[in-house]
């Protein structure tokens, strides 16, 4: 069984509804304050294209959160005068507020700056004015001028987002994973034995050891099995190619086993004496064969396959002429599948020291309890399940909660290309219905909601009586 967690996601905006002057030649608009849990996120855009600054002289814009006697300052904006620039960057080692600083000069400030921060949210922060602070300085940072400009205020109501739903996945058992490969170790002609330094050998070889050895290497994994299926080309009598098929497999096997010590046991081998599918896909996509047709007719045909090879060979020799020479040497080949299970971590210290140096190994499951760790809507949340969907990056679990993790921090775009590989569970649906909610596509945003209401998701009745009250 899945479970579901429910995450409460308050959100306070104060809105510019239309661009504000600021003392004449800077206009801001775009505001944007979303509470995120124990974040506040701040988004505007400040137009500078009329701003003028001396060569010695700085303007320095400070948005601050007044509430009362409360009140916080957030980084600057600091534009300035190409002397006072170098003068700030030889002298006074940087912007004169802080590291923080969007720190420009004056030549090369965009038109319009995008301003963004997070800051910690405080509970005397619910209503407070969003105001910003100029400060004009001349020579010496002697203050010129200074004011502050009320551009944006709470609207008095928390304005409603829908319940943002994760899926914890499902634990598994026994996390079992697999690495696969291909290899073409070449044999002399009828031989069966293995020559390491024949021809490509030393690669092809070297290939399946660093498969292997990726694995080994790792403490906490245990590997399981080791599968090789060995194929041989159609041409030679099939009897013959079974032989070659089934016997340099176990040399490859022999090998391995001899190289690492590793018992018998893990090993499993097949063979296919002729790789007519790999064949058939060669000649499919090929564009130098004249006759692709009538060669792919007698691949399909129900016949023996020594007489299936030799009518090609006969009916179409230049054809055949190429097959052999370009194709047939990637028929003889060998799949081989390493199989290994990975320990469980027992802690949270475990999972974090996995996280940061072998992410690989960790579960869906994993995943989702080192999140719990973190606050909703921080970087190390979004870290955790950013990565697991890197991990996981069809997984629709995955997906929907990295989609939900998108929402909290307003990235949107990112989340719609998340929400495209979440399936379409209930939860899914939902998580679509909210996405449309935030982008303001009510009337998809109901839809959504009707149907996940539908599936069973109780939340969604919450978000529709909230749409009800929308235009349709």
Known sequence: MKKIIITLFFAFLFVSLSAQKISGDVSVDSLQINRNGKYLAVSMKMNTEELNVPSN????????????????????????GRRRY?????????????????????????????????????????????????????CCKTILAENDE?????????????????????????????????????????????????RNNANELAKIRSTIDVIKKDSDVTITKIYLKGFASPESPYEHNTYLARERTIALKNYIKDYYDFDSSIFETDYEPEDWGNLRIFVENSN??????????????????????????????????????????ALRHTDYKVEYVINEYATIEELKEAFETRP????????????????????????????????????????????????????????????????????????????????????????????????GIEKAQEALDVLDGKSK
């Open 57 to 80: 002289g700085t303007v320095i814009f400070t948005p601050r959160i007044v509430n009362g006697a409360d009140s916080t300052d957030l980084k600057s904006v600091g534009i300035y």
């Open 288 to 329: 130098k064969l004249e006759n692709k047709e009538g060669i792919l007719n007698l691949i399909d045909a129900n016949m023996d396959p020594d007489v299936k090879e030799d009518k090609i060979k006969q009916t179409y020799k230049r054809d055949y002429a190429y097959l052999y020479d370009v194709c047939y040497p």
């Open 86 to 138: 170098f003068t700030q960057l030889r002298n006074e080692n940087g912007p004169m507020t802080g590291s923080d600083e969007m720190f420009y000069k004056v030549a090369d400030t965009p038109g319009t700056i995008d301003y963004s921060t997070i800051i910690p949210f405080e509970d005397w922060m619910n209503g407070a004015d969003f105001k910003l602070h100029r400060s004009d300085c001349g």
């Open 150 to 198: 009320t551009i944006g205020q709470c609207d008095d109501e928390s304005i409603f987002f829908p319940t943002l739903i994760n899926v914890t996945p499902v634990v598994e058992a026994v996390k079992k994973r697999e690495l696969k490969g291909e290899s073409f170790v070449d044999f002399i002609v009828d031989k069966t034995y293995i020559h390491p330094t024949y």
């Open 360 to 455: 690989q190994n960790l579960s869906l499951n994993d995943f989702y309890r080192l999140a719990q760790e973190y606050e909703p809507g921080s970087p190390e949340y979004e870290e955790v399940f950013e990565t697991a969907v890197r991990m996981y990056p069809n997984d629709p679990v995955a997906n929907l909660n990295a989609a939900n993790t998108a929402m909290r921090l307003d990235k949107n775009d990112l989340a719609k290309k998340y929400l495209e590989r979440a399936g379409d569970s209930a939860e899914a649906v939902y998580a679509r219905g909210v996405l449309a909610y935030r982008t303001h596509d009510f009337n998809a945003a109901r839809t959504y909601m009707q149907q996940a209401r539908y599936m």
